[in-house]
């Protein structure tokens, strides 16, 4: 059974940094895109970020670019988003999403159907 948890969410001022990590169990996630999407309160839930099998390739929303990073330890089964200069519009559940193949394109990373394997998400708020 594929197990998907979220790490390191939390409450920050607006400018601050935070971490979030994501470790999967029961599946090698060597073979797959990983991707990070977010929900706020009565909004839809969004692409965040995404990063290829293999480290190599990276894709972010605008609003995000320069700002957060990507990275995943395929050894450790794990993924993490770094996020800096964090701002209230950054607000809400953060997902990690293992994707069902190693396919990646900039249009089809950011298509949740792609993905399988999702964690329970984890709060992030940044306060206006």
């Known amino acids: 059974q594929v197990s998907v948890v979220e790490y390191g969410g939390g409450s920050v001022q607006p400018g601050d940094s935070l971490r979030l990590s994501c470790a999967v169990s029961?599946?090698?996630?060597?073979?797959?895109?990983m991707a990070w999407f977010r929900q706020d309160s009565g909004k839809d839930r969004e692409f965040v970020a995404a990063?290829?099998?293999?480290?190599?390739?990276?894709v972010y929303i605008n609003s995000v670019k320069g700002r957060f990073t990507i990275t995943r330890d395929n050894a450790r089964n794990t993924m993490a988003l770094q996020m800096n200069s964090l701002k209230p519009e950054d607000t809400g559940v953060y997902y990690c999403?293992?994707?069902?193949?190693?396919?990646?394109?900039?249009?089809?990373?950011?298509?949740?159907?792609?993905?399988?394997?999702w964690g329970r998400g984890t709060q992030v708020t940044v306060p206006s």
């Open positions: 990063i290829m099998w293999n480290g190599r390739s990276t």
């Open positions: 999403a293992m994707g069902r193949t190693d396919a990646f394109s900039e249009s089809r990373v950011q298509d949740a159907g792609d993905y399988g394997y």
């Open positions: 029961g599946r090698t996630i060597s073979t797959s895109t």
